[in-house]
């Protein structure tokens, strides 16, 4: 007898696709398990991480949640992985973690923005969150003069980059207060919509196209998408500076 999961692969006439997606950006990250279908994707598990337990955590919490569905490695059929921005360390091990457990088996790997994910979450084509020091990671569509549509850009801005901004966007998807508060203080008529942070869950359903598209990263040049400097680069070339 044919399983569940067989018979609606059949009916739909897409293949099913087991996905595992790893987020560490943000102050919490998140691992999580989905089945994709064609468009559709269900969720099978979700585990929370707490920050700052990052590398101590993510492996087993993978381990658990496999585990728990019943499948092992050998049966994804790809790994998401959220590559930034945020956090250095965060993204650092996440990558690690996505490594270490896709080169063994060859396991494909999509990448997704958390910003993207972000203003996934609600429809929009703008979202920011919070990159300390008075500044926002931001995703924003730069209108241009050119015929054919502007993709969207990925920026770290302060309060004079916002400012130079125009027009600003309409709406802006938001997570948290410090961004929410910068944007608000620069950009008052813009509507900001307040969503939760986002997980890998909510990046499992923005990447599934993409593994179907069959749109991966080449592993041996996967990096982070930080859009700022280390303290050790910014410290470091203060320091060179200063002595030459």
């Not at 585990?67 to 790994?79: F, P, R």
Request: hydrophobic fraction near 50%.
């Amino acid at each position: 007898m044919e399983s569940s999961q067989n018979v609606a692969a059949v009916s739909t006439g897409f293949a099913t696709l087991l996905l595992l997606a790893i987020d560490t950006c943000g102050p919490s990250g998140s691992v999580a398990l989905g089945r994709s279908i064609g468009p559709r994707v269900e969720i099978l598990g979700h585990f929370e991480l707490e920050g700052r337990t990052y590398s101590s955590t993510v492996i087993t919490a993978v381990a658990n949640l496999l585990n728990d569905a019943g499948i092992t490695l050998k049966d994804l059929a790809a790994i998401v992985a959220v590559h930034g921005p945020g956090s250095f360390t965060g993204v650092r091990i996440g990558l690690s973690a996505v490594k270490g457990l896709a080169e063994p088996l060859q396991i494909p790997v999509a990448v997704v923005s958390r910003l993207h994910v972000l203003a996934s979450k609600t429809g929009l084509q703008s979202a920011a969150l919070d990159a300390h020091r008075g500044e926002v990671f931001l995703r924003i569509t730069i209108p241009t003069t050119a015929s054919v549509l502007p993709a969207p850009v990925e920026i770290l801005a302060g309060t004079a980059e916002l400012k130079a901004i125009n027009p600003f966007p309409p709406q802006v998807a938001v997570c948290d207060e410090p961004a929410a508060a910068l944007l608000a203080s620069v950009w008052p008529a813009t509507k900001l919509i307040q969503v939760l942070a986002p997980t890998a869950s909510d990046a499992l359903y923005l990447a599934a196209p993409r593994v179907v598209a069959g749109a991966f990263a080449d592993l041996a040049l996967l990096d982070g998408h930080y859009l700022r400097r280390s303290d050790a680069e910014i410290f470091g070339d203060a320091a060179e500076a200063k002595h030459a």
